[in-house]
Nanobody
Framework: QVQLVESGGGLVQPGGSLRLSCVVSGSIFSIYAMGWYRQAPGKQRELVAT???????NYADSVKGRFTISRDHAKNTAYLQMNSLKPEDTAVYYC?????????????WGQGTQVTVSS
């Protein structure tokens, strides 16, 4: 079994900051990529940022320069530092991990954490 648990969401004013965390637990041999996706009401889930095991990163154009993804391999944890938040960043943020389990890499998702940017 592999589980992802996100934390760190909440309500913040425009221009503020939040830091999301995602911990992967269970029978883990290795984790290739981790990432953050988000889904706003009435919209499709979209990629926010990803980071591979050798720390190559990729960001959506809408968050470049404002968000930073990082990873602690020893703790099986990924972080998303979000600065200069805008109302359009409001969404449920989901953690994703590509984990080696039971003989293959498989995709796992967290339950999501709400981020609301509003004055």
């Amino acid at each position: 079994q592999v589980q992802l648990v996100e934390s760190g969401g909440g309500l913040v004013q425009p221009g503020g900051s939040l830091r999301l965390s995602c911990v992967v637990s269970g029978s883990i041999f290795s984790i290739y990529a981790m990432g953050w996706y988000r889904q706003a009401p009435g919209k499709q889930r979209e990629l926010v940022a990803t980071i591979t095991s050798d720390t190559n990163t990729n960001y959506a154009d809408s968050v470049k320069g404002r968000f930073t993804i990082s990873r602690d391999h020893a703790k099986n944890t990924a972080y998303l530092q979000m600065n200069s938040l805008k109302p359009e960043d409001t969404a449920v943020y989901y953690c994703h991990a590509n984990v080696w389990y039971s003989g293959s890499y498989n995709d796992y998702w967290g339950q999501g954490t709400q981020v609301t940017v509003s004055s």
